[in-house]
């Protein structure tokens, strides 16, 4: 057995995923039926510059929609006197300064001051001896304007509804047509309450029914499937764990936590059980802020809580016939909290003659204040494989990204890694807007899609050597002669066939603060061909081959691009119809072969990289790659394909341009 290492010049680069896939090969077959419920393998955490440069994209989207919103016609009626407002429309809609809020676990906030917004209508006055009309503008100024958007998925597509759209209006002016006399003060004194109430419910209404229109119109046509061959797809599907907000479990007929058995979710942690019930649920807290918490439980009958620092309460196991109707209250040990984590909560409660009560509070340790557990602060999953998670610092979107035979997928039996709910310790939001994290996973669903393809299983002979091979490589025992004397003499000048087939593939694998590797072991049978015209294939030996290879990984454009770095291998002879005294003579012949071809083809294959999804008109600029236990970090910074800043600005120049011929038109 020999063992040569081979050392490339560059560590720079990186091995992919279809790369790799495309060249290395293998595994296990896969089993399972693909499903969106698979857990997480490609994750991107958007740190909020990021979400400030897609909020620039997004804005003049919500300006239009705004722009579009129902204001309906006005009259008002007082002691003889009526004021008509019909045709109200929205001229102009300026957002304003604008801010991001990251509302854990699920919700964005979109905060805009100092939104400006520009009306125009037709009026009509008449009270029995004048009738007169004309039209009019509204100016509103130092207005804010709330949208609250929750995420989720469906089918492995992000889905958002709006869950809150505000609009405070501040300064509000009307301008009527016929001027600024008392008469028409009179008028808008009379109109400026229910105009100031029409567009402020108009926009609120229209604004959500137009962004969850949108939402049901546009996301379900945005594509999670790229194609990379003709054979095999990449689905970059997000995971579909449910992500049920309060506590979760069942309910028993037996206040033993026995008998028949229900499935509950409560929400509502004033909790009411029927006699001789009892009820065992479980989930996760997460505090709106960070801070040092304890919970307290008010029940009677028997009831415990546990969480994190310890428990609260009792249980009575060994009484069957309780009916105590007095009440405890209990407190667990406090514990530090912080939004990016979800802390594990129980709760058990058994019931007694007529019934029973319980309710759990949350606590701030330092205040003492506390209130009745709601939906909104726990939930029945974790961080780790929601679709989409907010914490205070990023939104994290998890994708079940895997790379799938198009024509019978299957899901790959591959291990996982857990990979982080937030951003990396050393992320720098100076340098970079948002980190990616990569699970080897799915390089390794690609090497069985096409292990189990064929695709690593060859058959050569000279006519099939390309000509980079073949000036290398002569396939005939003359130009084995010095390595396999004994074989030139047993078969002189005969022609050769090789049948390279994988006996094992290692998976790749994540070497920590070092890089990835990845190895196959090949049985080479090597067959004579002899005699005319109808050559005999005569075995003559096998010959294992281990390749360890050593790569790193990047970001490249919109792709994950790859090289390998270096390489090692060792020979072993398996058997041989001839005496062979050094297998070890091969090393120099593959050591050329995998130097000057097999290598840079594989390069050449992973520098195609593997397209991740659409980032609109953004690309990935100043990539920094770090390799963790068990997958890969990228820390990157979007960058514009377009000068979205300076367009924003031009916007708004013609918005103020806009309202100033209006008013002058009016004047």
């Known amino acids: 057995m020999m063992t040569h290492v081979h050392n490339s010049k560059s560590f720079t680069a990186s091995i992919v995923l279809v790369a790799v896939v495309a060249t290395l090969a293998g595994g296990v077959a896969a089993q399972v039926p693909r499903n969106f419920s698979r857990p997480s393998s490609l994750k991107f955490a958007l740190a909020s510059p990021a979400l400030d440069q897609i909020k620039d994209l997004v804005e003049p989207v919500i300006e239009d929609l705004v722009l579009n919103a129902s204001i309906p016609d006005i009259k008002v009626e007082a002691v003889g006197i009526v004021v008509e407002l019909s045709n109200i429309s929205l001229t102009m809609f300026s957002l304003g300064a604008e801010q991001i809020n990251l509302n854990p676990p699920e919700n964005l906030q979109l905060v805009a001051q100092n939104v400006q917004i520009f009306a125009a209508m037709n009026w009509r006055y008449h009270d029995g001896l004048i009738k007169i009309h004309g039209s009019a503008i509204d100016i509103i100024n130092k207005t804010s304007l709330?949208?609250?958007?929750?995420?989720?998925?469906?089918?492995?597509?992000?889905?958002?509804?709006?869950?809150?759209?505000?609009?405070?209006?501040?300064?509000?002016?009307?301008?009527?047509?016929?001027?600024?006399?008392?008469?028409?003060?009179?008028?808008?004194?009379?109109?400026?309450?229910?105009?100031?109430?029409g567009i402020a419910s108009g926009v609120e209404k229209g604004t959500t029914a137009a962004l969850n229109a949108l939402a049901a119109k546009v996301i379900p046509k945005i594509p999670i499937v790229i194609p990379l061959s003709n054979s095999t797809e990449i689905d970059y599907a997000l995971v579909n764990i449910t992500n049920a907000r309060g506590l979760n479990?069942?309910?028993?007929?037996?206040?033993?936590?026995?008998?028949?058995?229900s499935p509950i979710l409560i929400q509502d942690f004033s909790i009411d059980v029927g006699a001789y019930h009892s009820i065992d649920i479980a989930g996760f807290f997460q505090p709106a802020q960070n801070g040092t918490y304890f919970f307290q439980i008010h029940f009677n009958q028997a009831g415990q809580i546990t969480v994190p620092s310890g428990t609260a309460g009792h249980l009575e196991m060994d009484n069957p016939g309780m009916c105590w109707v007095e009440h405890h209250t209990d407190n667990t040990p406090p514990f530090n909290a912080t939004t990016k984590e979800f802390y594990?909560?129980?709760?058990?409660?058994?019931s007694g003659c007529g019934g029973g009560h319980i309710d759990v509070r949350v606590c701030d340790a330092t205040t003492s204040a506390c209130s009745t557990v709601t939906s909104l602060n726990t939930t029945t999953n974790t961080t780790l494989q929601l679709p989409l998670f907010v914490n205070e610092d990023a939104v994290l979107l998890s994708s079940g990204a895997e790379i799938f035979d198009r024509s019978t997928p299957v899901e790959a039996d591959a291990p996982h890694a857990d990979l982080p709910a937030e951003l990396p310790s050393t992320f720098n939001s100076t340098l970079h807007t948002m980190a990616l994290y990569l699970d080897p996973f799915v390089i390794n669903s690609g090497l069985q899609v096409l292990d189990a393809q064929g695709a690593f299983t060859f058959q050569v002979n000279q006519s099939s050597l390309s000509p980079s091979v073949s000036k290398y490589l002569q396939l005939n025992t003359t130009f084995f002669k010095t390595i396999f004397p004994n074989l030139y003499k047993s078969f002189p000048n005969d022609a050769l066939t090789l049948l390279l087939t994988p006996a094992s593939i290692a998976p790749v694998a994540v070497q920590?603060?070092?890089?990835?590797?990845?190895?196959?072991?090949?049985?080479?049978?090597?067959?004579?061909?002899?005699?005319?015209?109808?050559?005999?294939?005569?075995?003559?030996?096998?010959?294992?081959?281990d390749l360890s290879l050593a790569a790193a990984a990047n970001i490249s454009g919109d792709r994950i691009v790859g090289d390998i770095s270096s390489f090692n291998f060792t020979v072993n002879l398996v058997w041989?119809?001839?005496?062979?005294?050094?297998?070890?003579?091969?090393n120099p012949l593959l050591n050329t072969l995998l130097d000057n071809v097999i290598i840079p083809a594989i390069n050449t294959a992973l520098a195609k990289g593997l397209p991740l999804p659409s980032m609109g008109p953004f690309s990935f600029a100043d990539t920094e790659v770090s390799y963790n236990q068990g997958y890969i970090t990228m820390m990157t910074r979007l960058q514009s394909t377009k000068d979205h800043q300076l367009a924003k600005q031009s916007r708004r120049a013609r918005i103020q341009r806009a309202l100033s011929d209006a008013l002058h038109n009016l004047t």
């Open 146 to 197: 709330n949208l609250d958007l929750r995420f989720g998925a469906d089918s492995g597509k992000l889905t958002f509804v709006v869950d809150e759209c505000s609009l405070d209006i501040g300064e509000f002016k009307i301008i009527l047509d016929g001027g600024a006399g008392g008469f028409y003060q009179d008028i808008v004194n009379l109109i400026e309450k229910p105009l100031k109430n």
């Open 249 to 261: 479990g069942f309910d028993y007929s037996d206040n033993h936590f026995s008998g028949d058995k």
């Open 344 to 350: 594990p909560v129980r709760v058990q409660y058994q």
């Open 512 to 545: 920590p603060d070092v890089g990835l590797t990845a190895g196959v072991n090949y049985l080479v049978n090597v067959s004579v061909l002899q005699g005319q015209p109808q050559p005999q294939s005569i075995p003559a030996m096998t010959i294992e081959i």
């Open 576 to 586: 041989s119809v001839v005496p062979v005294f050094n297998v070890s003579n091969l």
